[in-house]
T-cell receptor, first 116, second 111 residues
C-alpha cells in the first residue's frame, strides 16, 4: 500500500493562477479531508468528504473547491490563487465506523504551496 | 462550536525530565480527542486517542494522556523526555475525519 499520496510536493503559483492539488489513497477509505497548516495556526480543515459524491465545508473553505468522484481521489482546486493561500496542504483519509475500521486519520506527506 | 486551546506555545525541558503539555477543549458532545506530533519538515504522527472508557490513555513512544471531563482537558504526559521528542505537538478534537486542531506546542529538549 502506498497509503495517502499527494502531488505535487512543492508548487509556486502567481496570483490569479489556478491549480489542482492531487490526493489519492489506496486503502479503500470512505472519508477524506483537506487541511492547511500555517505557522502558529496549527492545522485547519478546508473540506472533507464522507464518501464518493459527498463533500462538506470545514473551517476555512473560501477559495477552494473539491469534488469526490471516486473513493480513491479527492482533489483540491484553487480557482484563483491568492498570496493568503500560501501554506502547506495536508490530505488525510480514514475509515468509517460502519466499515469496521479504526477511527484514525492517515495523513499524506503534504504539498507546499507558494503564491506570489 | 468545537475548539481546542493549547495554552503553551513553547515549552523547554531538560532531557530526562518529565513533560506535561496542556490541552483544553470545547465540544458539544462526547469528544473524540487526539494528540499528534510533527517533527520539523515532516508529516503528522498519531500519538494517542480517546473516545470512551478508561480516562488514562497510553500511546506510542511512552506518552500518555488523561481525559478530565470536569476540566475539559486532555493533557499529554511523558515521565522522561528524550532529545528525539523535540517536535511540535498538536491536540485535536472532533470526529476523526474532520478534526479541529489546536495551534500547537513546540517542545525544545535541552541536554
Amino acid at each position: 500500500n502506498a497509503g495517502v499520496t499527494q502531488t505535487p510536493k512543492f508548487q509556486v503559483l502567481k496570483t490569479g493562477q489556478s491549480m489542482t492539488l492531487q490526493c489519492a489513497q489506496d486503502m479503500n477509505h470512505e472519508y477524506m479531508s483537506w487541511y492547511r497548516q500555517d505557522p502558529g495556526m496549527g492545522l485547519r480543515l478546508i473540506h472533507y468528504s464522507v464518501g464518493a459524491g459527498i463533500t462538506d465545508q470545514g473551517e476555512v473553505p473560501n477559495g477552494y473547491n473539491v469534488s469526490r468522484s471516486t473513493t480513491e481521489d479527492f482533489p483540491l482546486r484553487l480557482l484563483s490563487a491568492a498570496p493568503s493561500q500560501t501554506s502547506v496542504y495536508f490530505c488525510a483519509s480514514s475509515y468509517s465506523i460502519a466499515s469496521g475500521g479504526q477511527e484514525t486519520q492517515y495523513f499524506g506527506p503534504g504539498t507546499r504551496l507558494l503564491v506570489l | 462550536a468545537q475548539s481546542v486551546t493549547q495554552p503553551d506555545i513553547h515549552i523547554t525541558v531538560s532531557e530526562g525530565a518529565s513533560l506535561e503539555l496542556r490541552c483544553n477543549y470545547s465540544y458539544g458532545a462526547t469528544p473524540y480527542l487526539f494528540w499528534y506530533v510533527q517533527s520539523p519538515g515532516q508529516g503528522l504522527q498519531l500519538l494517542l486517542k480517546y473516545f470512551s472508557g478508561d480516562t488514562l490513555v497510553q500511546g506510542i513512544k511512552g506518552f500518555e494522556a488523561e481525559f478530565k471531563r470536569s476540566q475539559s482537558s486532555f493533557n499529554l504526559r511523558k515521565p522522561s523526555v528524550h532529545w528525539s521528542d523535540a517536535a511540535e505537538y498538536f491536540c485535536a478534537v472532533g470526529p476523526w475525519y474532520a478534526l479541529n486542531f489546536g495551534k500547537g506546542t513546540s517542545l525544545l529538549v535541552t541536554p
